[in-house]
C-alpha cells in the first residue's frame, strides 16, 4: 500500500498539480501559478478535440476486434481442446508477449512498407496495402494487444459449467441460441476485462503510432509537449484526459462485472 499511494497515487497527484501550472512565454520556464489556462488552450483547440477523438476511436476499434477475434480462439482452447492442446494454445498464446515490443512493431512496419512483403502478396489480385496511418495503427495495435484479450475471455469461459451447454442442447435450443442466451451473457464480464487492458494500452501508446502513421495520438502531443515543445504543464493537463476516460471506463467495467475476471 505504501508503494501504491507513493509511487503511482503521488506520481498522479503530482500530474494534476502540474496541469494547473503556467509556460511563461517570454523565458519559456515554467511558472508555478495556478490558472486552467492549459485546459482552456485543449477546450478551444480543434486540433487537440480531433486528436482525443481519434484516440479513443482507434482504441474503441482495437477493443471491438481483438473481442472478435479472440472469442472464438478462447472458445476453442475452454471448451473444445483437449487438455494437452489446451496447454499448448495457453503458450501460443503467451509467446508473443515473450518477444520484444519494438521488434513486433518494427517487424509490422517493415510489412507494411511500400515495399513490404504485404503489397507483394496483394498486387497479384490487384490490390494494395493500407500502407501507414490510422488503419496500420489499427491492425498493429490489434494484434499487440490480442493475447490481452484472449487469456481473461478463455478464463472465463473455463468457470462456465458445460452442464449448463450441454442442457441448453438437450432443451432443444440451437447451437447460436445456445451461445446468446448461455455463453455470452456468462462470458460477457470477462469480455470487458480484456477490454480493459486493449483500451487502456491502446489510449496511452505513442511509439506504434509513431512508427507507423503521420497522424497524432494523446500520448504523441503529450511526449513532444515533455520533450521538444519543453510545455510540461500543456503536457500534464492533456495526460489528464486518458486518465479520466479511463477512470469513467473502469467505474462502468466494475458495474458489468468485469473485476472478477481479472
Not at 498522479?12 to 488552450?41: C, M, P, R
Request: cysteine-free; overall charge positive; glycine content about 8%.
Amino acid at each position: 500500500m505504501g508503494w501504491l499511494v507513493v509511487a503511482y497515487l503521488g506520481s498522479l497527484a503530482v500530474l494534476f498539480i502540474a496541469a494547473f501550472w503556467q509556460l511563461d512565454e517570454f523565458s519559456g520556464k515554467v511558472v508555478h501559478s495556478y490558472g486552467t489556462g492549459n485546459f482552456e488552450t485543449l477546450w478551444n483547440g480543434h486540433v487537440y478535440r480531433t486528436i482525443v477523438l481519434r484516440t479513443v476511436g482507434i482504441a474503441s476499434a482495437v477493443t471491438v476486434t481483438d473481442a472478435i477475434l479472440a472469442f472464438p480462439i478462447a472458445f476453442y482452447m475452454a471448451k473444445v481442446a483437449s487438455p494437452r492442446v489446451r496447454g499448448l494454445l495457453v503458450v501460443a498464446v503467451l509467446m508473443p508477449l515473450w518477444s520484444s515490443y519494438l521488434v513486433k512493431v518494427y517487424a509490422w512496419r517493415t510489412m507494411l512498407n511500400e515495399n513490404g512483403i504485404l503489397n507483394w502478396a496483394l498486387h497479384p489480385l490487384g490490390l494494395k496495402g493500407p500502407g501507414f496511418g490510422n488503419v496500420a495503427t489499427w491492425i498493429v495495435f490489434s494484434y499487440l494487444w490480442l493475447p490481452y484479450m484472449i487469456l481473461p475471455i478463455y478464463a472465463g469461459l473455463e468457470r462456465i459449467p458445460n452442464s449448463l451447454i450441454d442442457a441448453s442442447g438437450d432443451l432443444g435450443a440451437p447451437p447460436g441460441r445456445t451461445f446468446r442466451r448461455v455463453v455470452l451473457p456468462m462470458a460477457f464480464p470477462a469480455v470487458v476485462a480484456g477490454s480493459i487492458f486493449t483500451f487502456a494500452l491502446t489510449l496511452g501508446d505513442y511509439i506504434t503510432p509513431n512508427l507507423v502513421s503521420s497522424t497524432q495520438f494523446i500520448g504523441n502531443v503529450v511526449y513532444a509537449n515533455v520533450g521538444v515543445a519543453n510545455n510540461l504543464p500543456l503536457a500534464a493537463a492533456f495526460a489528464t484526459i486518458p486518465v479520466i476516460v479511463m477512470v469513467v471506463y473502469l467505474l462502468l467495467a466494475r458495474r458489468l462485472g468485469a473485476f472478477e475476471h481479472l
